[in-house]
Each structure stands twice: as C-alpha cells, then as structure tokens.
C-alpha cells in the first residue's frame, strides 16, 4: 500500500534536475526519479546506492524492485551503463533495502518531531474518527483484526469526505512497510503497533519513503515486462 509514486520529491538533490525521466538500464523501462533508484561509480570504483539522488557524476537508473537491482548486478547492467569496469558490492540489493529502511524511518521520526505523528490503538482510532489522520500506519508483523478495524473505520471516513474513487485512495494512504521494533525506534519508544499522521509535509516526506520501501520489496512479477533488454544506455545526470 502506498502514495501515488508520481507524487514529486521536494527533497531530491541537484542529480535529479536535468530529467524528469530515466530509463531503467536493466528493463529499458521508462520512469521517473520516483520511480526509480540511482547508482553512481564511487571514487574507488565500487558501485554507490544515491537514494537521496545527490551524488555527482553519471547516474545508473534502475526501477526501484529488488528483483531488478539483483538481476542488475548479475548481468553486468552498470558496467555496461557507465560504459567502463566497476565493482559491484556483494550483497547490493540488501545493502539498497537497508538504507532505504533507514531513510523511511529518518522520515518518520522527523514527522514525530514536527508534531504529526500519534500512536497507540486508541489515540489513533480517535485520529481517524475525527478526520485527523492522512496516513495510517500499521506495523507490518501488527495483529490482523486491529489492522482491520481501523482500517474499515479509515477507509469509512476517506469516503465520506471525498470523491467516489476515494476507497482506492484511501488503501494509497495506508501504509505498513515498516516493523514494529523500526516504528519503535523511529519514535523513540517501545511497542509501537499503530500511528496516525496528519496532513504536513513531513508526514508526506514519510509517505513517499514508505512507497519506494514498498515497491522495492514487491514481488519480481510486479515489473514482468518480458525478457529485458540489457543493452544498457549510459544516463548522464
């Protein structure tokens, strides 16, 4: 469950700006920053995730699944996109899962410090009752009947309030990326299960960071487009 990925990133750095779309080197898929994740060739040779899209010199843009960046790393996709040798790491895509957790719950805990979060069963049903709460976050190992009342009562109030397309939008705004021992640790307490997050930038920050998490971590048939072409085109940044 996510936000629309078109959704843009404010915080993008200075990589980004030329294009608003790549091309994955490994699917030849078009897509856009958001969509996507960026490597560069660090000093020493050795291939560099740039989740935050920051990093001089040129960008290899590959669709943000970890299927794709594992299938990248084994057919030569960056050696052949950058146009020259370059070590991949052993392990690139758990090291690309790592820090795109470590991002989402940054995100996370900078919406609590902005005052947007609110945890705890209670507090977030009366969140979501009060048409308070914009993301409703769930524990991805949360017990399955609290998950499923507030998810009714969030989705109740989404379509009660907005358009007739409001029940698939409101599933975009549930998010459950994250487990219960990273939720605690991005608000800085024990046991978190639930939170609510009002509407603010710091809370969309979040919604964005929990999308990319999801997406990389959905099954490989969910970027199936056929046998891909690795004739990989070098993406100058």
């Known amino acids: 469950m996510g936000v629309n990925a078109r959704a843009r990133d404010t915080n993008a750095g200075a990589a980004d700006k030329a294009a608003a779309e790549r091309t994955c080197a490994l699917t030849r898929e078009p897509l856009t920053p958001e969509e996507g994740l960026r490597f560069v060739a660090g000093p020493d040779g050795g291939i560099v995730p740039d989740l935050g899209r920051r990093l001089p010199g040129r960008?290899?843009?590959?669709?943000?699944?970890r299927a794709v960046?594992?299938?990248?790393?084994?057919?030569?996709?960056?050696?052949?996109?950058l146009k020259r040798p370059v070590?991949?790491?052993?392990?690139?895509?758990?090291l690309v899962e790592q820090l795109l957790v470590k991002?989402?719950?940054?995100a996370l805990s900078l919406a609590n410090k902005a005052g947007l979060v609110t945890?705890?069963?209670?507090?977030?049903?009366i969140a979501v009752q009060q048409g308070a709460c914009a993301f409703l976050v769930?524990?991805?190992?949360?017990?399955?009947d609290g998950v499923e009342k507030l998810d009714r009562k969030f989705v109740g109030g989404f379509e009660n309030s907005r358009a007739a397309d409001a029940r698939n939008g409101a599933r975009e705004h549930i998010l459950d990326c994250l487990s219960s021992a990273e939720l605690?640790?991005?608000?800085?307490?024990?046991?978190?299960v639930h939170a609510a997050l009002a509407r603010g930038g710091a809370a969309t920050r979040f919604s964005r960071e929990a999308e990319r998490l999801r997406r990389y971590r959905a099954p490989a048939s969910a970027y199936a487009h056929g046998e891909p072409d690795l004739r990989a085109r070098s993406e100058q940044a």
Do not use: Y
């Not at 960008?59 to 699944?65: K, P």
């Not at 070590?87 to 758990?94: N, S, T």
């Not at 605690?184 to 978190?192: D, E, F, I, P, Y």
């Open 103 to 106: 991002r989402t719950v940054e």
């Open 138 to 144: 769930h524990a991805s190992d949360a017990a399955r």
């Open 59 to 65: 960008g290899v843009w590959l669709t943000a699944s």
């Open 69 to 81: 960046v594992a299938e990248a790393a084994r057919k030569g996709a960056f050696q052949r996109s």
């Open 184 to 192: 605690s640790l991005a608000m800085g307490r024990s046991n978190v």
């Open 87 to 94: 070590a991949v790491p052993d392990g690139l895509p758990e």
């Open 119 to 125: 945890t705890g069963f209670t507090k977030v049903e």
